[in-house]
């Protein structure tokens, strides 16, 4: 099993940052990719970007491209987001992910252990 624990949420008025850090423990060597995910009052999970664990190739929804950058420390088996320009619809509870067979991927069901998840409030 791996589990994950999110930090670094919080709030933030619009045009802001904030850096979230997703640190995992367990059986980390099964990890292959890891992804963050968000979701706001009376929406679904809606996929942000994820990672590939060994090679690092990324992937970003279109919303938040140019804006938030993920990357991954393997030594210290920490994911992160740094999330800038900040808008207020990005206000959500994000959720880090990891799974422990295949490449990133978009699809929340595609990963096999989440996080209890951090609260991002951006004002306007």
């Known amino acids: 099993q791996v589990q994950l624990v999110e930090s670094g949420g919080g709030l933030v008025q619009a045009g802001g940052s904030l850096r979230l850090s997703c640190a995992a423990s367990?059986?980390?060597?099964?990890?292959?990719?890891m992804g963050w995910f968000r979701q706001a009052p009376g929406k679904e999970r809606e996929f942000v970007a994820a990672?590939?664990?060994?090679?690092?190739?990324?992937d970003y929804a279109d919303s938040v491209k140019g804006r938030f950058t993920i990357s991954r420390d393997n030594a210290k088996n920490t994911g992160n987001l740094q999330m800038n320009s900040l808008k207020p619809e990005d206000t959500a509870v994000y959720y880090c992910?990891?799974?422990?067979?295949?490449?990133?991927?978009?699809?929340?069901?595609?990963?096999?252990?989440w996080g209890q998840g951090t609260q991002v409030t951006v004002s306007s």
């Open positions: 992910a990891a799974r422990d067979s295949g490449n990133l991927a978009y699809n929340r069901r595609s990963y096999d252990y």
């Open positions: 367990g059986r980390t060597f099964r990890i292959s990719a």
């Open positions: 990672i590939s664990w060994s090679g690092g190739s990324t």
